[in-house]
């Protein structure tokens, strides 16, 4: 059964917190992992959004040193095709648009942005890594049966702590979300309906500020929430915590200090600026340009080259043609072939235009 993604992306977009971890403080820190559920009465804030406990990458290496390496168009486009075709998908469908041509735009642009360095990492450990529906289904779920949620979630969002100490949260008999919280040494916990990785309360006195802070090991980002010490783990997306010039803490790369409105062009490398520190975009690497040429397109922090002649309008929605997907890429035609992703026809039901699973 597909999801009923137009009806479920609000429910979804509550349930998916995905980059709080809860941790005690102490004089010696635990780690916790990053992308728990959130609440579905109260979502965290942004800041605490991205990491979901996926396994490290090779891109890590390059976010140590403040570089965002952009992936090929053509891994974004096969991501996108599982995304929006696969049904059963622990991954909240209000995370990325339900058209095809509309999710690899959005992607594109979220992966060469300096912001990138924060990337969800079952995104891009899971999407970017599936050749199947089966294989970005099982990243997703961490080890947990896909119909773990059976019989549950029928009146709301809910969570639940499995067997095995991994809190997942359900809508109507289908997985939304997973974490694993024994990977960071701790306990499932369900508070308020929702299932989340715990090791404690907030135990210090300063603990129950409003304001979120960095741990004494500058690894991850702290704060109070609902009488439990929330955590994102920086180190898991390659960066450490660290405090902005306004005082506002926050996740960052080792790069220079920047304000966040800066940027500037390093040969082909785009220099930008996320939480204070700068961070570096690879155009060159991906096909694309820093300064943009005449008739380029703005794609994150780069720019995609200019087509010779204009084949189509940026305007002009994705269209099936016959089992692939044809739609309009920075001024340039591309087709997907939805047996390249081992996907089955083009469906355009609805108007929204994607592979059938």
Avoid at 175 to 197: I, K, M, N, Y
Avoid at 260 to 286: F, I, L, T
Avoid at 315 to 338: D, F, H, Q, S, V
Wanted: with cysteine; charged share 20%; hydrophobic share 35%.
């Amino acid at each position: 059964m597909r999801f009923a993604r137009n009806t479920l992306g609000a429910a979804a977009a509550l349930a998916m917190g995905a980059g709080v971890a809860v941790v005690v403080t102490s004089s010696t820190e635990r780690p916790a992992e990053a992308g728990s559920p959130g609440s579905p009465a109260s979502p965290p804030s942004p800041a605490f959004v991205g990491g979901d406990g996926a396994a490290p990458s090779a891109f890590l290496a390059r976010a140590r040193r403040g570089e965002v390496a952009v992936p090929p168009l053509g891994e974004v486009e096969r991501m996108c095709a599982l995304l929006t075709s696969c049904d059963r998908l622990p991954i909240p469908p209000s995370l990325f648009p339900p058209d095809f041509g509309a999710c690899v735009k959005k992607m594109m642009g979220d992966m060469s942005s300096p912001s990138a360095v924060n990337f969800s990492l079952t995104m891009r450990e899971c999407g970017l890594e599936a050749n199947s529906c089966a294989s970005l289904r099982a990243c997703a779920l961490h080890g947990a049966s896909p119909d773990s949620c059976k019989g549950r979630g029928q009146k709301g969002v809910v969570g639940f702590c499995d067997v095995v100490g991994r809190a997942l949260t359900c809508w109507h008999d289908e997985v939304l979300s997973v974490r694993d919280c024994t990977r960071g040494s701790e306990q499932c916990l369900v508070v308020d309906g929702e299932a989340t990785c715990t090791l404690g309360g907030c135990a210090a006195a300063g603990d129950a500020g409003d304001g979120a802070r960095c741990s004494a090991s500058g690894s991850h980002l702290l704060k109070c929430q609902k009488g439990k010490l929330a955590s994102l783990d920086c180190s898991a997306f390659g960066l450490r915590c660290a405090k902005r010039a306004d005082g506002a803490a926050g996740c960052a790369t080792v790069g220079p200090a920047c304000s966040d409105a800066s940027k500037r062009c390093d040969g082909n490398v785009a220099v930008g600026c996320y939480n204070g520190h700068e961070v570096r975009v690879d155009c060159d690497a991906a096909g694309m340009s820093c300064a943009a040429p005449p008739g380029a397109t703005p794609v994150g922090a780069c720019a995609a080259p200019a087509a010779q002649k204009t084949e189509c309008d940026a305007a002009e929605k994705a269209r099936c043609e016959g089992g692939a997907i044809r739609y309009c890429y920075a001024g340039k035609a591309r087709t997907l072939p939805c047996a390249s992703a081992g996907l089955g026809k083009c469906d355009a039901a609805g108007g929204i235009v994607r592979c059938s699973p």
